[in-house]
Nanobody
Framework: EVQLVESGGGLVQAGGSLRLSCAAS????????VGWFRQASGKEREGISC?????????YGADSVKGRFTISRDNAKNTVYLQMNSLKPEDTAVYYC????????????????WGKGTLVTVSS
């Protein structure tokens, strides 16, 4: 069964850090672009970070998280991570990972697989 599972969310104070994990089963993430998206209550889903398929070797981040969030992958563990530092209350959202094969970029409406999300709550 093809599956993406996010973990690592939780409650953290402003200024704190969390590391989210996106673990794949049923397929190899090595050949997939993986994106992290978030959706805050009452808002549209927002793309925040993307790592391209390993053969392209690129990463992208939204302006709102540049310098604070870092995306990386561990192909041996078939997992992509999102290290989140200097968290702000406005980072509170459900965070989703999604994957698309052989892609340089991550487009919300064009991802093949989605996880169910993990909640991040940042208190002020």
């Amino acid at each position: 069964e093809v599956q993406l599972v996010e973990s690592g969310g939780g409650l953290v104070q402003a200024g704190g850090s969390l590391r989210l994990s996106c673990a794949a089963s049923g397929f190899s993430l090595d050949d997939y672009a993986v994106g992290w998206f978030r959706q805050a209550s009452g808002k549209e889903r927002e793309g925040i970070s993307c790592i391209s398929s390993s053969s392209y070797g690129r990463t992208y981040g939204a302006d709102s998280v540049k310098g604070r969030f870092t995306i990386s992958r561990d192909n041996a563990k078939n997992t992509v991570y999102l290290q989140m530092n200097s968290l702000k209350p406005e980072d509170t959202a459900v965070y989703y990972c999604a994957a698309k094969p052989r892609s340089i970029i991550c487009v919300p409406y064009d991802m093949d697989y989605w996880g169910k999300g993990t909640l991040v709550t940042v208190s002020s």
